[in-house]
């Protein structure tokens, strides 16, 4: 009986001893962007042309950045229309292009990759002309209920 009191008194003691709980680690509030290519474009839309400085925020090798139209939005014949290339970019370094397009409303989507840091990233910004809702096409609500645009 006193061996089979023992383990029984060390299981209680065990259960009932208490720990200080450790409060949960702040949420810490700052950029919500997904990881990606790190650079940062600052546009100015025009009448037939987006003037656009791309912003490298970390050094890069292998860097690539298209464009194209779309929702209404042409830029050029040759899709997407590389906009920029190089061999290394610098953090910090800005480059400025200019993408012409037709069409008076949709988008301009610019798209960069490269490695950086050693990991191959990418990343997409897109740019509204006009009010953004393609110029022609039919709204209709899917089976689903997915509203989609058709040409």
């Given at each position: 009986?006193?061996?089979?009191?023992l383990p029984?008194l060390?299981?209680?003691?065990?259960?009932?001893?208490?720990?200080?709980?450790?409060p949960?680690p702040?949420?810490?509030v700052?950029d919500t962007?997904?990881?990606?290519?790190p650079f940062?474009?600052?546009a100015?839309?025009g009448a037939?042309?987006?003037?656009?400085?791309?912003?490298?925020?970390?050094?890069g090798?292998?860097v690539?950045?298209?464009?194209?139209g779309?929702d209404g939005?042409t830029?050029s014949e040759?899709?997407?229309?590389?906009v920029?290339?190089?061999e290394?970019?610098?953090?910090?370094?800005?480059?400025?292009?200019?993408?012409p397009f037709t069409?008076?409303?949709?988008h301009?989507?610019?798209?960069?990759g490269?490695?950086?840091?050693g990991?191959?990233?990418?990343?997409?910004?897109?740019?509204?002309?006009?009010?953004?809702?393609?110029?022609?096409?039919?709204v209709?609500t899917?089976d689903?209920?997915?509203?989609v645009?058709?040409?």
């Amino acid at each position: 009986m006193n061996k089979l009191l023992l383990p029984l008194l060390l299981l209680c003691i065990s259960c009932c001893t208490t720990q200080t709980a450790k409060p949960a680690p702040e949420a810490k509030v700052g950029d919500t962007r997904k990881p990606g290519a790190p650079f940062s474009i600052d546009a100015k839309v025009g009448a037939a042309s987006v003037s656009v400085t791309l912003k490298f925020e970390a050094d890069g090798k292998d860097v690539r950045v298209g464009a194209w139209g779309v929702d209404g939005i042409t830029v050029s014949e040759s899709v997407p229309l590389r906009v920029f290339s190089a061999e290394a970019v610098r953090a910090g370094e800005l480059k400025s292009v200019t993408i012409p397009f037709t069409g008076t409303r949709g988008h301009v989507v610019i798209s960069g990759g490269g490695n950086f840091g050693g990991a191959e990233k990418e990343r997409a910004h897109t740019i509204m002309i006009g009010d953004g809702s393609p110029s022609t096409g039919t709204v209709q609500t899917t089976d689903d209920g997915d509203v989609v645009k058709l040409p």
